[in-house]
């Protein structure tokens, strides 16, 4: 996965879920290419992951399908 500085996607259309608490989250932009980007809300100007359609694809369909559950509940 490629990592880009903040320079470089400055323009993008960022957004958060609106269940951030207190808006400390990840947030997403499109990509020109069908990709996705992701950035720490709390850090906008630090480093930038950037993800495939597929890629993204797959992680969305699990979280909806539970698959990323256990990592919500208590230790």
Same mark, same amino acid.
């Not at 996965?1 to 932009?29: F, I, Y």
């Not at 930038?48 to 890629?55: F, G």
């Given at each position: 996965?490629?990592? =880009?500085? !903040? $320079?470089?996607? $400055? *323009?993008?259309?960022?957004?958060?879920?609106?269940?951030? %608490?207190? #808006?400390?989250? +990840?947030? =997403?932009? %499109? &990509? %020109? /290419?069908?990709? =996705?980007? =992701?950035?720490?809300?709390? !850090?906008? *100007?630090? %480093? +930038?992951?950037?993800? @495939?359609? $597929?890629?993204? @694809? $797959?992680? +969305?369909? #699990?979280?909806? *399908?539970?698959?990323? /559950? *256990?990592? &919500?509940?208590?230790?």
């Amino acid at each position: 996965m490629p990592e =880009v500085q !903040h $320079a470089e996607t $400055a *323009d993008l259309a960022w957004r958060k879920s609106r269940r951030s %608490p207190k #808006g400390n989250c +990840v947030e =997403v932009a %499109p &990509l %020109p /290419d069908g990709g =996705v980007a =992701v950035r720490n809300s709390r !850090h906008r *100007d630090g %480093p +930038v992951l950037l993800y @495939t359609r $597929a890629e993204m @694809t $797959a992680f +969305v369909l #699990g979280a909806k *399908d539970g698959e990323f /559950d *256990d990592l &919500l509940e208590p230790a």
